[in-house]
């Protein structure tokens, strides 16, 4: 048989004989020996570069079979409940990261759109899961803040309105719109799905000046408007307390504005001024915000005369001279503050009335709004309801005239000051205590006067 040819895909084979052609020795031509079956036991001859070399190739085999057994144990560990548990926890972290992302300083709402900082809620709780709080004049000035705040921590709010102080919708509350508190029909019905815990009253008519003009109309609104609202509360808690829907609920506390009109001009010896001070009231508005304050304890006295049954607690505010966003300086009846800065971005003169030595003290809107929930959620330890007042202010007064040039300078502005003749009610000097609010309700201002122009 014909040997096949190397062009057949063989290659022949030589003897042992014939001659072999020669190559270079490779490190793989060396001798080795088996002293065993054992890996292990691999000995290989030669220089001990072999040996290094040999056990530099040990070293990657292990780690190469080390990162095939970590990437195993991996995917098992993937697998399991334990990673699950684990990866759910990473993710409710980084949601509550973002629902707490500031917003140049800001913390995130419960619910709303306000961004607010920590001094603006300091001191609020979060709402329990049925805390519903409804608000009276909750569209105005300062009323939309307090519902910026309440939504921030979480309550439920209902704002009644009738829109003639303001006109700041919030679609995240309920809005009971135009309402008017001194029509019975428009407080909202008792029962049928509505459930309240708390009350804020700030509807009002809000002028001392238009007061001396039109005092029928702040008797109508401050005091019989109240005294609607008051008696809602009472007749809302006993259709609770008789209602078979365990869904409903008691309303614990109401929180009212009064006024630090009702001082008056006193005597300069009581400055600056306590609770405990006279009433001196020089208007309508202050007449009516001090007899609201009469109602209130009348409220809380009718509550503990009555025999078992809900009781609802009453706080009074007396806030000083409020400024801040949403102060409307096109209404004539407005803060000075927000008349000033209007004048003054328009470089038009800044009228102050009288020789602007009279003081004030001026205190921020979000620290009202803040003082009035925490006054709200103050909890009693009383079994009886109870009645309380307290001054809403900084604590520090000035003149006018310092106002009117702090605004220039703020505003960088070339207004004149014009002075003009007084205005009847108004208060010559007004100085506030704060200290009853401070130990009573932990309310203390966070914004001065001079951060609240910037």
């Known amino acids: 048989m014909q040997r096949p040819s190397s062009t057949d895909g063989f290659h022949p084979i030589k003897s ?5 052609p020669t190559r270079e020795r490779s490190f793989f031509d060396r001798p080795v020996s088996y002293d065993d079956a054992s890996p292990s036991s691999l000995e290989i001859g030669g220089t001990d570069d072999a040996n290094e070399a040999w056990s530099d190739m040990q070293v990657r085999h292990s780690q190469e079979a080390g990162g095939a057994s970590l990437i ?6 993937m697998r399991s409940t334990q990673f699950f548990v684990i990866a759910a926890v990473v993710i409710f972290l980084l949601i509550v990261a973002l629902l707490t992302t500031t917003n140049q300083g800001a913390v995130a709402p419960i619910r709303g759109e306000a961004y607010l900082t920590t001094n603006e809620f300091a001191g609020i709780r979060i709402a329990k899961p049925d805390e519903a709080v409804l608000i009276t004049g909750g569209l105005g000035f300062i009323g939309s803040h307090v519902v910026d705040l309440l939504l921030h921590r979480g309550f439920s709010v209902t704002i009644l309105d009738d829109e003639s102080n303001g006109h700041n919708h919030n679609r995240f509350a309920k809005e009971l719109v135009p309402h008017d508190i001194t029509v019975v029909g428009d407080l909202p019905e008792i029962g049928n799905g509505n459930s309240f815990t708390h009350v804020i009253h700030l509807a009002a008519a ?4 238009e007061s001396m003009n039109d005092p029928d109309k702040y008797e109508r609104i401050n005091y019989g408007g109240s005294e609607k609202v008051f008696n809602w509360i009472r007749n809302y808690n006993q259709h609770v307390s008789q ?3 365990d869904a409903a609920t008691f309303i614990h506390k109401v929180t009212a504005a009064s006024s630090a009109a009702v001082y008056g ?3 300069p010896t009581l400055l600056p001024l306590r609770e405990t001070a006279p009433y001196g009231g ?4 202050a007449d009516t915000k001090f007899r609201m304050e009469g109602l209130m304890r009348e409220f809380v006295a009718k509550q503990n005369e009555a025999s078992g049954g809900p009781k609802a607690s009453a706080v009074a505010l007396r806030f000083f001279n409020v400024f801040g966003p949403r102060q409307d300086p096109k209404n004539p009846y407005s803060g ?3 008349l000033f800065l209007e004048a003054a971005l328009h470089d038009k003169d800044i009228t102050v009335l009288g020789d602007g030595e009279m003081t004030r003290d001026f205190v921020y809107v979000k620290d009202v ?4 929930v925490m006054s709200l959620l103050q909890e009693s330890t009383d079994n009886e309801a109870t009645f309380d007042n307290f001054n809403v202010c900084t604590g520090k007064s000035i003149t006018i005239n310092t106002l009117a040039d702090q605004v220039r300078q703020k505003m960088n502005s070339s207004s004149d000051v014009k002075h003009l003749a007084p205005r009847d009610g108004d208060i010559r000097e007004s100085s506030c205590n704060s200290e009853k609010a401070a130990k009573g309700l932990q309310f203390t201002s966070t914004v001065t006067q001079e951060e609240g122009l910037e």
């Open 16 to 20: 042992k004989n014939e001659e072999q």
């Open 72 to 77: 195993e144990h991996g995917l098992n560990f």
């Open 206 to 209: 809000i002028s001392v000046a």
């Open 243 to 245: 209602s078979e829907d």
């Open 265 to 267: 001009d006193p005597d």
């Open 282 to 285: 020089k208007s309508p508005y």
């Open 336 to 338: 000075v503050i927000s």
């Open 369 to 372: 709004a803040r003082a009035i």
